[in-house]
């Protein structure tokens, strides 16, 4: 992991882009030395311990594009929970090259969907598997870079993006213990079977009229996770419509788990 | 209104039980003179204001038997954020007389559920529309006696108990500006009807494995709902296994909208 910038933003957190390997990131780190602005009691007890850190998976978009919303959930993490975040580049997005089988899929895809035919699961395994074979070894190895930052290695809380990574992550990486995830119905059949050995808390946002993913699909990914705590919170609007004050209940959540 | 008993409590809010005709209530207020514990800039912000009331619907088992959960909400809303809280006894509740219509329809209820056979509409209006004609007028004038109170007179939340007369206040009284509702399918036609025209900020909890309610009647109730604002918080578990954090977390919901 190699530091490529750091700057001071106005509200004390600390940003710095990286590199791990060939793949771009950044890391936002509360104030040093500062109790966060929050005197919520759960952000005071981290001010002497290692800082919880938050994995924050951006969607396939690219994270120049998804810069300012990622860096605004990090920061007020930062600054009002006394959280550390961390972001990387998805395989095949932003500048990292792509990759050539993703982009088939997602011809197939549009196909498809424009010939109005089922989106079949070969078809979402094909465009959501590779991403998740390649990006859950590197959010692993980050994870391992990033608890090894003088600082960090508190507990570990992960939301995002592809709901698919979230899940995969969160069946085989026992680092994380806590994960907002997007429900999303873009799901492999493969995927919603590993949701049933899901076992940590969870909080799941769901757009009630989300264009994108089929609601009664997404109810049924919620259900099949193995975890005793899981929360779904449903808001009304579409797939980019979720409301403001579920940033906060999100920090809340990671709040109660991550100590 | 008259009041009948008053104790100030060792979180200094202040208990007044009360009769309303032949209507027994109960009424918290936070501590006179003094900011809430809590720091949010919602709750100081009400410090030099009427304080925010929330009413709070007992479900039909007798005051007496629901205190200690009643007591439990409306004293952390008190003592953390500065609302007032009120309830009073259901029609056919605990001290009150029993209403003959309304035992004939648990008795029908019960055999219906006995012999397995389906619990049509007619058994459900039945069991609930007496309770709903009878309660909501009750609620408005209570409403109407607690906002002529001293230090009362800000903005009115309503949580609670039976959904159906939560949909039916929300319709009619116009002074109710958010509701905290506890889905159920329990809910005649005619009130499902109703809840289209419901408009104001809702917060809706659902317990995924309610046993004494049908989970796609639920979310049908909360697709339902014409309000733009609504969020359904769906939590494990059964019916009284609503986890501790949704106190918290209807607080935080009624503080955005009760200002």
Redesign the interface.
């Known amino acids: 992991m190699r530091f490529t910038s750091e700057q001071s933003l106005d509200d004390g957190v600390v940003e710095r882009e990286f590199t791990l390997g060939d793949i771009p990131g950044i890391l936002w780190t509360p104030a040093p030395e500062s109790v966060p602005a929050s ?2 009691a759960s952000a005071s007890a981290f001010a002497s311990e290692p800082a919880p850190l938050i994995l924050i998976s951006p969607p396939p978009l690219g994270l120049r594009k998804v810069y300012p919303r990622l860096a605004g959930r990090a920061r007020y993490y930062a600054a009002r929970y006394g959280f550390a975040a961390a972001t990387i580049e998805l395989p095949g997005s932003g500048d990292r090259p792509r990759l050539a089988e993703l982009d088939q899929a997602r011809a197939d895809l549009r196909r498809v969907m424009e010939a109005g035919e089922p989106v079949g699961d070969e078809i979402v395994a094909a465009l959501v598997l590779p991403l998740v074979e390649r990006a859950v070894p590197e959010w692993r190895t980050a994870l391992d870079a990033l608890l090894a930052l003088p600082g960090l290695g508190g507990p570990v809380g992960y939301e995002g993006g592809v709901i698919s990574i979230g899940v995969r992550l969160a069946t085989v990486e026992p680092r994380i213990a806590a994960a907002c995830l997007f429900a999303g119905s873009l799901v492999p059949r493969v995927i919603s079977e590993e949701a049933r050995q899901v076992g940590i808390p969870l909080q799941v946002l769901l757009q ?1 009229d989300d264009e994108g993913n089929d609601r009664q699909a997404s ?1 049924n990914l ?2 099949a996770f193995g ?10 609007g579409g797939h980019t419509g979720v ?1 403001q ?1 579920e940033l ?2 999100g920090a ?1 959540f990671f709040a ?1 788990h991550l100590k």
Chains 1, 2 share one sequence.
């Open positions: 005197a919520s009630w109810l919620y259900d975890s005793k705590e899981k929360t779904l919170h449903a808001n009304m409301p004050y906060d209940a809340r109660r």
